[in-house]
């Protein structure tokens, strides 16, 4: 730079003298020659306006010059301009250079930063044409940004990433899209579904590849897929119904295995096809049931019958339900019978922990009142083989566990009165009541079978004082019949008098009555008399006592203790006479009294 502007002077330096030498060559040459004076100046003129041409080259050179700094400042401005606009920092110029590289330098920083502003207008441009893509298949809002601006590096990668967003949305969406529109076909196929509204048309119509996926749009395509479960769903309660239905009428109408297996061939296909075809046996089955429906109903009172008997129905409570008693056999008393079947069932069901408990203890009071009725039995002390052993630890265990599950019933029971605030009947009473009652029962069948065995007994030791008994000698003892039978015969022969029976009766029993009673003097209290008597026939009478205790020796008989309350007392044996003064002289070959 230094070397051209040197070149430069010297060149100006070298014009000058040349241009001094020229006029002081011209000069001579005018004096050599003699040229006028006027002739002089007119002919300098023309070499002054020679020199004029220089003033116009340095005119040009300023003009020049004060173009190169309006355009150094109009690059300036626009750069500055620029920089705003791109949000960049402003172009710092070097120093010591000339104008013609400075207007160079803001030139070329001019074009870059245009460049820049194109090329961000360009992406925005891009950008945006992407957006509205995305606003129309989205249904969103554009993306808040001055079209008329020139975006910042930092706005536009802000807008990149919304963008990428609406990308991600978009994929998501689609996928949404197909999985529901998978599912709203399956659906259709299973249904056979016709769609109805446009709306439900296009989403069936439009392919994978939609042009709306706004949310109002995968909105509507979920209530249709929603629309279709729900329908789905109904159609398969409505199948199952007319399934339980159908088996229920196979089931009373007692429908062949086979004719039930035809039904299978026609459960393959589409719901409305499965329904149609449950519907059409069902209505089979309904008009046959109406052809049978005696037959029909009496299966339902059975299994009526079946739920009061395990819901412990007494029946007063049985008798409330009239229909059951109603001859009239129709549909309407189908239903009501139905109704309270179900009914039934629904209340078995939430108490049948209750229930099962009750039938339990049933079950154990039946297992108890046959031990009851095997400890009566006599015959279970023969041939017994380790029986009664186990039947004595049989009824120990029935016994802990009976009474445990009385107590737990009772405390369930309590709850439960307590929850439902009323009483829980067992055969229309309280069950604590109920079991009350069984054991009460169950005493007074027992007195009553004492009674009637102390009674019977009575009955028969009364014909054997009146007419004698017949001993039960063992095989063994077979030897002896004719001892035996003389003595019988003693007994049973004409007794010359008597006694009342009930004096008889009376003197047997006590007799009988293990205590230290002094019969003769009892009997002279009783029947002073009998002092006036002759001393034979009162020894005949003692005699005809001590004969029927020698034949009732070694004999166990049980008699109702009258006098003194006792329950069962042992026969007395012969011995029990001898303490009598006039026992052991006395004769039994006659009978002195008909009183036994």
Not at 16 to 28: C, E, I, N, R
Not at 87 to 115: A, C, P, S, W, Y
Not at 409 to 436: C, P, R, T
Not at 442 to 461: D, G, M, N, P, T
């Amino acid at each position: 730079m230094r070397i051209d502007k040197d070149g430069s002077e010297v060149l100006a330096v070298e014009s000058m003298a040349y241009l001094y030498k020229a006029l002081s060559f011209l000069q001579d040459l005018f004096e050599s020659v003699g040229i006028p004076e006027d002739q002089r100046l007119e002919r300098t003129e023309v070499v002054k306006v020679s020199i004029s041409l220089l003033d116009m080259i340095i005119a040009e050179e300023e003009n020049k010059k004060m173009r190169l700094l309006e355009s150094i400042a109009l690059h300036r401005k626009q750069l500055d301009s620029l920089c705003f606009e791109l949000n960049v920092e402003h172009f710092q110029e070097e120093e010591g250079i000339t104008m013609l590289q400075l207007e160079k330098d803001l030139g070329i920083q001019l074009e870059v930063r245009l460049k820049q502003k194109e090329d961000r207008k360009r992406e925005l441009k891009r950008l945006q044409e992407q957006d509205q893509a995305f606003c129309e298949l989205l249904h969103t809002t554009p993306y808040s940004m001055d079209r008329a601006s020139v975006p910042s590096l930092e706005e536009l990668d802000q807008f990149r990433c919304y963008l990428a967003r609406l990308a991600e949305t978009k994929a998501c969406r689609q996928e949404e899209f197909i999985s529901a529109k998978k599912q709203i076909l399956l659906l259709v196929e299973e249904l056979d579904y016709t769609p109805d509204t446009s709306v439900e048309k296009d989403v069936l119509c439009e392919d994978e590849d939609t042009s709306d996926l706004s949310l109002e749009k995968l909105a509507a395509l979920h209530d249709l897929l929603h629309q279709l479960e729900v329908l789905r769903a109904e159609n398969e309660i409505v199948c199952e119904d007319l399934h339980s239905q159908i088996q229920k009428l196979w089931d009373e109408l007692q429908v062949p295995y086979e004719e039930r297996e035809a039904l299978a061939t026609f459960m393959t296909g589409s719901i409305p096809k499965r329904r149609k075809a449950l519907q059409s046996e069902a209505d089979r089955l309904e008009e046959l049931k109406i052809q049978n429906l005696k037959k029909v109903i009496e299966a339902v009172r059975e299994e009526l019958a079946l739920y009061w008997e395990k819901c412990f129905y007494s029946q007063e409570q049985r008798e409330i339900f009239a229909p059951y008693y109603d001859e009239d056999y129709s549909e309407t008393l189908l239903q009501l019978h139905d109704a309270e079947v179900v009914q039934l069932k629904r209340y078995y069901e939430v108490h049948r922990e209750l229930f099962e408990g009750i039938e339990k203890w049933e079950e154990n009071w039946k297992l108890f009142l046959e031990f009851e009725r095997r400890a009566s039995d006599p015959s279970r002390f023969i041939n017994r083989g380790g029986n009664l052993l186990k039947e004595e630890k049989q009824r120990a265990r029935l016994q802990k566990t009976f009474l445990k599950l009385e107590e737990e019933l009772k405390a369930q029971i309590e709850l439960w009165e307590q929850e439902y605030s009323k009483a829980f009947v067992v055969n229309g009473q309280k069950f604590m009541e109920y079991v009350m009652e069984q054991w009460e029962m169950h005493r007074l069948e027992k007195e009553k079978a004492k009674q009637e065995r102390h009674l019977k007994k009575s009955q028969q030791i009364e014909v054997e004082m009146f007419y004698g008994s017949t001993p039960k000698i063992p095989s063994k003892r077979e030897g002896l019949g004719s001892k035996i039978t003389d003595t019988r015969s003693a007994i049973f022969s004409p007794r010359p008098f008597g006694l009342s029976s009930s004096l008889s009766t009376y003197i047997f029993l006590c007799l009988c009555i293990q205590t230290y009673i002094h019969l003769p003097t009892y009997l002279l209290s009783l029947f002073p008399s009998l002092k006036t008597k002759d001393s034979k026939n009162w020894k005949s009478m003692i005699s005809y006592i001590q004969g029927a205790f020698w034949k009732a020796e070694c004999r166990e008989v049980k008699v109702l203790d009258l006098e003194l309350g006792k329950t069962w007392v042992p026969f007395l044996p012969l011995t029990l006479f001898s303490c009598v003064t006039m026992g052991k002289s006395l004769s039994v070959s006659e009978p002195p009294f008909p009183c036994l």
